[in-house]
Nanobody
Framework: QVQLVESGGGLVQPGWSLRLSCAFS???????????IVWFRQAPGKEREGIKC????????TYVDSVKGRFTISRDGARNTVYLQMNNLKPEDTAVYYC????????????????WGQGTQVTVSS
């Protein structure tokens, strides 16, 4: 049973940084390196949006312009973990952040992902 568990969210002030983690387990016969991992977020009253994705070959994709230059996605295969480093956080980054996994290739369509974490809350407020 594949499981994804996010952590690292919290309450921070504008301009601060957070690093979210997505720990990946239960992938019998495969490894984290066989999967594309995406980060989505959903703010209250808004639709879920894709943020960044890293493919099985470690190609990174950005799906929302507002995080360019501030957010970075990376993978640690030895720890079976994908990270989302978020710098210079803004109030509009406030949302529940989810990681999701699918085989090999990145996609900005949430319905194409097979596995989801439970989400971690990020609140940016002064």
């Amino acid at each position: 049973q594949v499981q994804l568990v996010e952590s690292g969210g919290g309450l921070v002030q504008p301009g601060w940084s957070l690093r979210l983690s997505c720990a990946f387990s239960g992938f019998s016969g495969f490894s984290l390196n066989d999967y594309a991992i995406v980060w989505f977020r959903q703010a209250p009253g808004k639709e879920r949006e894709g943020i960044k994705c890293i493919s099985n070959r470690n190609s990174a994709y950005t799906y929302v312009d507002s995080v360019k230059g501030r957010f970075t996605i990376s993978r640690d295969g030895a720890r079976n973990t994908v990270y989302l480093q978020m710098n210079n956080l803004k109030p509009e980054d406030t949302a529940v952040y989810y990681c999701a996994a699918r085989k090999y290739y990145c996609s900005n369509s949430g319905s194409s992902y097979d596995y989801w974490g439970q989400g971690t809350q990020v609140t940016v407020s002064s």
